[in-house]
């Protein structure tokens, strides 16, 4: 069975640090664009940030730029994210997904579609 499954969210204080793992199974990743996105409570999705399948490309939505890290171990078949200096406002459930096509990273993170596989997401709440 194809699927992703992420991990590592949680609650963590404002100005706290999660990481978040994307792990893959029935596929592999390498040949993958991975795309990080979360949706807050009563909320549209919204792309987050987005690692090629090499690595070398990535991309941060305005509002995470500076604060998160994207990085993938494709011999582990899996990706991260380094979230640090996390506020209130990024709490929402986040889902990473696969894009088998060549699109750009930039794409992926803005139109948050055309994805081929997601993962049923991890929740992460940034409060005191």
């Known amino acids: 069975q194809l699927q992703l499954v992420e991990s590592g969210g949680g609650l963590v204080q404002p100005g706290g640090s999660l990481r978040l793992s994307c792990a893959a199974s029935g596929f592999t990743l390498d040949y993958h664009t991975i795309g990080w996105f979360r949706q807050a409570p009563g909320k549209e999705r919204e792309g987050v940030s987005c690692?090629?399948?090499?690595?070398?490309?990535?991309y941060y939505a305005d509002s995470v730029k500076g604060r998160f890290t994207n990085s993938r171990d494709n011999a582990k078949n899996t990706v991260y994210l380094q979230m640090n200096r996390l506020e209130p406002e990024d709490t929402a459930i986040y889902y990473c997904a696969a894009d088998a096509n060549p699109r750009s990273c930039r794409i992926v993170v803005v139109t948050t579609k055309g994805m081929d596989y997601w993962g049923k997401g991890t929740p992460v709440t940034i409060a005191s």
């Open positions: 690692i090629s399948s090499s690595g070398g490309s990535t």
